[in-house]
């Protein structure tokens, strides 16, 4: 910008540099860089979310939990603030209840999800994301358990759901495939023991 000049500084051995921007006197009798914030959000790429943005992946929430047919109540103020304790109950049936053949998968592999406290809960959830989905998870689980990020985690608990859902029916075909192949295979040697006869 014409007549700003680059201030320097050093900070911890490193030299910065920082351009100077008048501060303005907020409406609150607060000094307030306004410039400065709007400059560094759209530099950052930081995009303030609407209603309207959290109002979308509700509605692509509250589909999915239609699917899975999730009997639990839904706190959707809860959501919509990013409360993790919204979030929980839904990811605990995702993961427990909605896919039987899933849940004996986990069991199998030592992955027990039942009877944890929440950190607990979210250790092992995050472990089942990352050794059986191979998928890195878009928040933390420090950021998970914590208030706001709400719009990444409603898409963070979508996607758990749509895994949960292809592995459901990877696991129901592959279940099906083997009862008729030993359908099949009883009726062979049936039929093998009626012609030795």
Excluded at 32 to 49: D, E, F, H, I, W
Excluded at 73 to 96: C, E, H, M, N, R
Excluded at 127 to 141: A, E, N, Q
Aim: net charge positive; glycine share 8%.
């Amino acid at each position: 910008m014409p007549g700003r000049q680059p201030h320097f500084r050093k900070s911890s051995g490193l030299w910065r540099t920082s351009l100077k921007t008048p501060k303005i006197r907020g409406s609150y009798g607060r000094w307030s860089n306004k410039q400065g914030n709007t400059q560094r959000n759209q530099a950052s790429g930081v995009k303030m979310l609407s209603a309207g943005d959290i109002q979308g992946c509700l509605r692509k929430l509250e589909t999915l939990l239609r699917v899975i047919k999730y009997p639990g109540y839904v706190d959707y103020s809860g959501l919509s603030k990013g409360d993790p304790l919204a979030f929980l109950p839904i990811v605990s049936f995702t993961l427990t209840s909605f896919s039987p053949p899933f849940a004996e998968e986990l069991i199998a592999s030592g992955l027990e999800v039942t009877g944890k406290t929440d950190l607990r809960f979210t250790d092992v959830f995050y472990k089942i994301l990352r050794d059986i989905f191979h998928y890195k998870p878009i928040l933390t689980k420090q950021q998970f358990l914590q208030w706001g990020f709400s719009q990444r985690k409603i898409n963070f608990i979508c996607d758990i759901i749509n895994l949960v859902l292809q592995k459901h029916k990877h696991l129901k075909k592959a279940q099906s495939q083997t009862s008729s192949f030993k359908q099949g295979y009883q009726g062979r040697s049936s039929t093998n023991a009626d012609t030795m006869d």
